[in-house]
């Protein structure tokens, strides 16, 4: 079993900064990590995600160049890290943190096992 917790959401000017964290409890080894948003009326989609070791990095395009996903683990648990620069008030939305576990990376919602509940992003104009 696992648990995510994520925290570091708010309430921000567009051109600004946050930093989400999600602690993952559980049985996260060998687990790949994602942050996912899904804003009112449209589909979840990833924004970012890395493998287990870190050397593997996915950033949707709209993200590209402004996000950072990273990780720190150690043997009880991991935490991944999403830094966020140079918000838009389109980058407005609930960001969920998700685990799968394969040697790899993907980042299609279904091949996720675990979502954190969602913490609010909102970036005002």
């Known amino acids: 079993q696992v648990q995510l917790v994520e925290s570091g959401g708010g309430l921000v000017q567009a051109g600004g900064s946050l930093r989400l964290s999600c602690a993952a409890s559980?049985?996260?080894?060998?687990?790949?990590m994602g942050w996912f948003r899904q804003a009112p009326g449209k589909e979840r989609e990833c924004v970012a995600a890395?493998?287990?070791?870190?050397?593997?990095?996915?950033?949707a395009d709209s993200v590209k160049g402004r996000f950072t996903i990273s990780r720190d683990r150690d043997n009880a648990k991991t935490t991944v890290y999403l830094r966020m620069n140079s918000l838009k008030p389109e980058d407005t939305s609930v960001y969920y943190c998700?685990?799968?576990?394969?040697?790899?990376?993907?980042?299609?919602?279904?091949?996720?096992?675990?979502w954190g509940q969602g913490t609010q992003v909102t970036v005002s104009s």
């Open positions: 998700a685990l799968g576990w394969d040697t790899g990376l993907r980042v299609g919602t279904s091949s996720y096992d675990y």
């Open positions: 559980g049985r996260t080894f060998s687990s790949y």
């Open positions: 890395i493998s287990w070791s870190g050397g593997s990095l996915y950033y």
